[in-house]
């Protein structure tokens, strides 16, 4: 009985020694198959949330502004304001021009500049001193299909602005309401509009307030793109032997923008004290005659011509063309790439880019 009794216990003792085991192995499985669901979720967490990051990236610089080709978060439909600036040396510093997306510079009388700067991406707190139409600069506004600011006319712009060419605001009509007069310089180079009251003359006018019209502009995707061309850092361009009105512009590597100074000043925003700082400088050959006794001038800014594009720190050999009313910088028979950001525009009479432009790397 005694080794019956041992044999029993023994078998009992195994049988729950195996149970055990058994166990044991279970609870192993278990957790074995429970550790990896638990990584496999925290991975899949993360894989959900890396592509709503970078769609957020993605879809906060989602639209690109028309005339800079800068991608912003806010679709910005905004109408172009075009307005004739002072460039006399008595008007300098100007109010407004840092914040141009383009200034267009052309020759008025007595090789005189006059700039042309229009506002969509922003539209300055002050914009002056505010100058006189000469029928080139409607014809442009037009064009750009831009509502044009100006303080007085020459007889073919009047005549233009009467017929409502195009939707304007001008100081001779509200000199003293709409338009100021600065008491710390003298006539002609003292007047000044607000873009409070640019839109305020929109609204008093019943001119349109959105865009209509989207240059044909096109733009680099990455400022390496844009390197292809002879080394040019220091640009001259000439208007006239006058020392007022020949632009230096220099490159700065690490904004990959110019500077600009005239006759050794550099050109400073009077409103808000920044530099003007540009992506791109456009020297655009036109054809120019002289109309009266007074030296007025007729521009061409229909038939195009040669023309040469600075852009990260190089130059190159482009042509231009009027697409749409719009004056595009054109290569291989297509539009020209830009750099995203601002851009000066200079409109010099035919073959004078071989005498008015020079550039040194």
Known sequence: MMKGNMRGWLLGMAILLLLLSACSKD????????????????????????????????????????????LTKDENWARPVLATINNHPAARPQSGISQADIVY????????????????????????????????????????????????????????????????VNGMQYDGTLFKRSSDRKAPHNSYISGDNIKAAMEKTKSSTEIDKIPEFSFHDSIEDARVGDIATMIDVRFSSDKNFISTFSYDPESATYDRMVNGIKTIDKSNDMPVAVSNILVLEAPHRTIDSVGRLAIDIESGGKAILFQAGIAKEVEWKNIDGFMVPVENGAPANLVPGKTWIHIIPTSGISKSVTYTP
């Open 105 to 168: 510079e052309f020759l008025a009388e007595g090789n005189m500049t006059r700039l042309l700067a229009l506002f969509q991406s922003e539209l300055p707190e002050t914009v002056g001193p505010i100058r006189s139409a000469r029928d080139y600069f409607v014809y442009l506004a037009k064009g750009l299909d831009a509502f044009y600011v100006a303080h007085g006319y020459s007889p073919d712009a009047q005549k233009l602005l009467a017929n409502r060419y195009v939707e304007h």
């Open 27 to 70: 609870e192993k499985v278990g957790a074995e198959e429970k550790e990896p669901d638990a990584t496999e979720s925290e991975e899949v967490e993360e894989t959900a949330e890396e592509p709503e990051e970078e769609e957020d990236s993605k879809g906060s610089l989602h639209f690109q502004a028309p005339f800079t080709g800068v």
